[in-house]
């Protein structure tokens, strides 16, 4: 063999490794993405049974579980595109599916599409929790609404929906601690809890007929506790200063925030 052909039969034999190795890192890379796309699916799908199982303390809609159930679908049908053989693609998916075509009975059994009462928590914990669960629940929303797709009406009807049960959540919280603070003749601190819950309402900007109700018996509420306050200031100016001193208006007055949460 001469020495050119050995040459050749050199370069051919790098040049067959070099594809070898090429072809092999690229199918490794090909495993990878297609495992790393797995594991974001499976992690969807995983958060959305959570949410669903957090929800149950939710008023339900159609609408809410029509996106969850429709997110969860687009992921396993995914996950059967790069692992046809998952576990989750053979018994998870039929069931999400079953799930799906049943929602409109969620409506139902709201008595004919009407919503579920809200039920606000009286114990400070257990409504804490409840806006925790109302918070993800938000934003796996707002991650849902940048995806234009055929739940999109869905989306936007239960953005404002949660949006309403959050500011309903806050503010009959902040009412309830108003009127047992002007119940203890601590006027000063349920002028606060009002002023924050009407601040919260304002802000949102939202003409829901909930919210406008609310506002208007925050506002009435409020327009007590200021006359009441604006009484207990004509009569402080009336007394004596050792007498001021000694009965803690100026404390009550003076709407102390320290102590307030």
Same mark, same amino acid.
């Given at each position: 063999m001469s020495g050119n052909a050995i040459i050749t039969a050199v370069v051919i034999l790098m040049l067959g490794i070099i594809g070898m +190795? &090429? &072809?092999a890192r690229v199918m490794e890379d090909r495993r990878i993405a297609r495992a790393e796309r797995v594991n974001r699916h499976t992690r969807v799908v995983n958060h959305i049974d959570k949410l669903v199982e957090r929800l149950s303390r939710v008023p339900p809609t159609s609408s809410l579980y029509r996106i969850l159930y429709s997110r969860q679908i687009s992921s396993l049908e995914?996950?059967?595109r790069d692992a046809p053989n998952n576990? +989750? =693609?053979?018994t998870t998916l039929p069931l999400v599916r079953e799930k799906l075509s049943s929602v409109d009975e969620i409506d139902l059994a709201n008595d004919v599409g009407m919503e579920r009462p809200f039920s606000i928590p009286?114990?400070?914990a257990e409504a804490n929790d409840l806006a925790k669960i109302i918070y993800s629940a938000q934003k796996f929303i707002e991650r849902e609404e940048k995806i234009a797709d055929a739940t999109s009406i869905d989306v936007r009807k239960e953005k404002e929906r +949660?949006? =309403?049960?959050?500011i309903q959540l806050k503010c009959e919280l902040l009412y309830s601690k108003a009127a047992m603070s002007s119940a203890q003749n601590s006027l000063g601190n349920a002028r606060l809890y009002l002023e924050k819950a009407r601040d919260i309402m304002v802000d949102s900007g939202s003409q829901n007929p909930i919210v406008l109700a609310l506002q208007e018996k925050v506002d009435a509420l409020l327009e007590q506790t200021r006359a009441k306050l604006l009484n207990l200031q004509e009569e402080r100016l009336k007394l004596p200063e050792d007498q001021v001193a000694a009965d803690g208006l100026d404390r009550m007055m003076s709407g102390d925030k320290s102590h307030w949460v």
């Open positions: +190795l &090429y &072809y995914a996950i059967a576990s +989750l =693609v053979k009286t114990n400070e +949660l949006s =309403v049960m959050m």
